[in-house]
């Protein structure tokens, strides 16, 4: 399977406690988003990454959340201290520089009670 | 700032009925992309077409046809024949001519196709 992956697919965890999920992008895509989806809603977008760099960051991206592409491959977002208004779908989408069509993976959907 | 609007909450046909889906949308950008990605219950977001602003031509892929007007601002979704296989959440989406930068996505139109 070539596409965008994600892990893990469903998190459930308790407010306050501290998560991270991990998205591998298309293998020649330097290009790396993540947005978060809630029901019944679009997308959102928080972040982007070229390779390493991170350009654009959204104001929906609290404190709270960090995204890292250490090595312009793979990469991280970790949300601390969750909230419940944190739950939702963060999806994850890649693309080429020369393309603008942005491929996602399946998603990770995140429950805090 | 940009926006996309997608009246359409919900729509329900029987199938083999045709359905457009409307997409209008705001932008102060001269050159821009527009998107429409399909949503099956799976969650996965699968793309399904990319429009250059330049680009009014209508296009047809099977039994999908998409209806840009620049005009008023609209990038309409049709299906014809529908299927049960079709029933999913369709966005539309809004790209600035900068390139590869976020993509602004309307609150989605869930389509169910009744046997």
């Known amino acids: 399977d070539t596409g965008v992956s994600q892990d893990p697919r469903h998190k459930i965890t308790k407010r306050g406690q501290n998560v991270t999920f991990r998205c591998d992008p298309i293998?020649?895509?330097?290009?790396l988003y993540w947005y978060r989806q809630t029901l019944g809603q679009g997308p959102e977008f928080l972040t982007y990454f070229q390779n390493e760099a991170q350009l654009e960051k959204s104001r929906l991206l609290s404190d709270r959340f960090s995204a890292e592409r250490p090595k312009g491959s793979f990469s991280t977002l970790e949300i601390q201290r969750t909230e419940q208004g944190d739950s939702a779908m963060y999806l994850c989408?890649?693309?080429?520089?020369?393309?603008?069509?942005?491929?996602f993976g399946p998603g990770t959907r995140l429950t805090v009670l | 700032a940009q926006k996309v609007t997608q009246a359409q909450t919900e729509i329900s046909v029987v199938e083999k009925e045709d359905v457009t889906l409307d997409c209008v949308y705001e932008t102060r950008d001269t050159t821009y992309y527009l998107f429409w990605y399909k949503q099956p219950p799976s969650g996965e977001l699968v793309f399904l077409i990319r429009?250059?602003?330049?680009?009014?031509q209508n296009e047809i892929s099977g039994r999908y046809s998409w209806n840009f007007q620049k005009s008023t601002s609209s990038f309409n979704f049709t299906i014809t024949a529908s299927q049960v296989v079709d029933s999913a959440v369709y966005f539309c989406?809004?790209?600035?001519?900068?390139?590869?930068?976020?993509?602004?996505f309307g609150t989605g139109t869930r389509l169910t196709i009744i046997p």
């Open positions: 293998s020649e895509h330097n290009r």
């Open positions: 989408a890649s693309s080429q520089d020369s393309l603008n069509e942005q491929f």
């Open positions: 989406a809004l790209q600035s001519n900068f390139g590869n930068e976020k993509l602004t």
């Open positions: 429009r250059n602003s330049f680009d009014e």
